[in-house]
């Protein structure tokens, strides 16, 4: 590919979610201080809410990489599209709870309930970290709901952090699941990138990827790639990738604003906003320069 075309020992724009790359900027910060300080605060239920391609599940890796083993166990559920029952029997086999399969519910709670009391005595909590909460039953969130009701006279028993698309916010406004909303007390909203956190973002992936030159991405460049991204960190990688790829087809040794273009046009999902100034500046004879936003050629 063009890793050594361009001197770097990993592709620095992967959809994989990948700690290395994770840029620490505004909302994702805010995001992660608010989750560690409710966390050690033994709160009950957090909430984080973003947009497709923001870096939810990045996040939770960076979260559950972070919690101290010594203090905290953890179990992080990928995709909770799960009955109750297997909603609990994920909690159990996670948290090393002691039952069968053939177990009725209230026993399966019971042997939950037993195994969290085993860890709260060896002075550590809980943590279920569970993604994508927007596509999980309404049954299924209710018995997350009720498993919070174990607890100590001072503790909560297991924390739970939710992580969904704005989808979830819809779905917590169900009068059902009234009792549930009243229990986040903490809840954050990851934001997509301003233009300095998209420049950040670029730079920091580049460096991580074992790039040496600083300036691979032209500002125009940087710019344009701003605008049809949105600041959604999942579009700025694909985009990017497709800017290296056509740079590297052509032989070329830097990022112009022509091959941000050029991988614009080939992304059905980049912004309309981002559309027209790439159309615009290919117009003009690739000149035209957004004065506004102080961006040299």
């Not at 994702?28 to 939810?56: C, M, P, Q, S, Y």
């Not at 950040?200 to 460096?207: D, E, G, N, S």
């Not at 999942?234 to 497709?242: D, E, M, P």
Request: net charge positive; glycine share 6%; charged share 25%.
């Amino acid at each position: 590919m063009y890793l050594q075309h361009f001197q770097m020992t990993e592709k620095p724009f992967s959809l994989t979610p990948d700690t290395q790359f994770f840029v620490n900027y505004r909302s994702h910060r805010e995001a992660l201080n608010t989750l560690f300080f409710a966390l050690r605060d033994g709160e009950g239920f957090i909430k984080i809410v973003g947009e497709v391609g923001t870096g939810k599940t990045l996040l939770c890796r960076i979260l559950l990489s972070k919690l101290d083993k010594s203090r905290f166990v953890t179990a992080y559920i990928p995709n909770p599209c799960l009955a109750p029952e297997e909603l609990k029997a994920f909690i159990a086999t996670e948290i090393g709870a002691e039952y069968q399969r053939s177990m009725p519910s209230h026993e399966l709670t019971s042997a939950i309930y037993r195994r969290l009391i085993q860890i709260a005595r060896q002075k550590k909590r809980v943590v279920l970290v569970v993604d994508e909460a927007q596509t999980m039953p309404r049954e299924t969130i209710e018995a997350l709901r009720l498993l919070t009701n174990l607890e100590t006279e001072k503790h909560k028993l297991l924390q739970v952090v939710i992580l969904g698309q704005p989808e979830l916010d819809v779905l917590l406004h169900r009068e059902d699941l009234r009792q549930l909303k009243q229990r986040i007390v903490f809840a954050e909203k990851l934001q997509p990138l301003d233009y300095a956190g998209v420049v950040a973002y670029v730079q920091h992936r580049l460096k991580a990827s074992g790039c040496a030159q600083n300036n691979l991405f032209s500002p125009l460049a940087v710019w344009l790639l701003a605008k049809a991204s949105g600041g959604i960190p999942r579009l700025i990688n694909i985009l990017a990738h497709k800017a290296l790829l056509c740079a590297y087809g052509r032989g070329d040794i830097s990022i112009a604003g022509w091959h941000i273009a050029m991988a614009v046009r080939d992304t059905p999902e980049a912004r309309l906003g981002g559309r027209f100034w790439c159309r615009l500046w290919q117009l003009n004879g690739r000149a035209f320069v957004p004065r506004a936003a102080g961006v040299a050629r």
